[in-house]
């Protein structure tokens, strides 16, 4: 495990918004950049949810989207200003809760995760060079696990090129747990191992 801790975190339980986002290990000022991510993400949510065109689910996805990618144009042009910062970047995963539905916002190897009805389902999508492997076929998940190129991201905020992140609209249920991590949860622990934790209901500290 790693000795420092590079996440940070943003709850906003009235707002409904929700983030944890990942410094990148291996790039200068990590702390710094999820640090930023978490305070500068949420003011660029909430300022495109109030010009909104229309209340719907797919406007509030595309505001998401674009605060995403709006934070990580803001994260890279900090990291270009200060040469000891050039090259940071930040994973991100986001929740918006609404009376109907829950938007999930992600980019990089962090996790969105929902336990519902005794089954955990896994709602982003690592993008990382290894995972695009496995899916276009070249490489096994076995053979992707452990594997240098797991945690080769080719999306963070912080990058110079334009963010591309994954977004998912699922209606909201009662009684549904959702969980935002970083790898320092999905590196120590198995998909099987987090369920059987919830369904032990374990408190978070003992995860």
Request: net charge negative; charged share 25%.
């Amino acid at each position: 495990m790693f000795g420092d801790n590079q996440d940070a975190f943003h709850c906003d339980a009235e707002g409904g918004v929700f983030i944890v986002a990942d410094g990148i290990r291996g790039r200068p000022a990590g702390a710094r950049a999820s640090k930023t991510v978490v305070n500068e993400l949420p003011r660029v949510i909430g300022a495109k949810l109030r010009d909104l065109p229309e209340p719907s689910a797919q406007c509030r996805a595309e505001a998401l989207t674009s605060s995403l990618k709006e934070t990580s144009r803001l994260l890279y042009q900090n990291g270009k200003s200060t040469p000891t910062r050039s090259g940071m970047g930040s994973t991100a995963v986001a929740l918006l809760f609404t009376a109907e539905e829950v938007i999930a916002i992600y980019a990089g190897d962090s996790k969105i995760f929902r336990f519902s009805e005794g089954i955990l389902s896994e709602l982003s999508t690592d993008q990382t060079t290894a995972a695009g492997l496995v899916r276009d076929g070249l490489m096994t998940e076995k053979e992707a696990v452990g594997h240098p190129l797991q945690y080769s991201l080719e999306e963070y905020l912080g990058k110079a090129s334009p963010l591309k992140p994954g977004t998912e609209i699922v209606p909201l249920r009662e009684d549904d747990c959702w969980i935002l991590a970083s790898d320092g949860l999905t590196r120590g622990l198995t998909n099987e191992e987090v369920a059987d934790c919830l369904e032990d209901e374990l408190p978070a500290e003992e995860l």
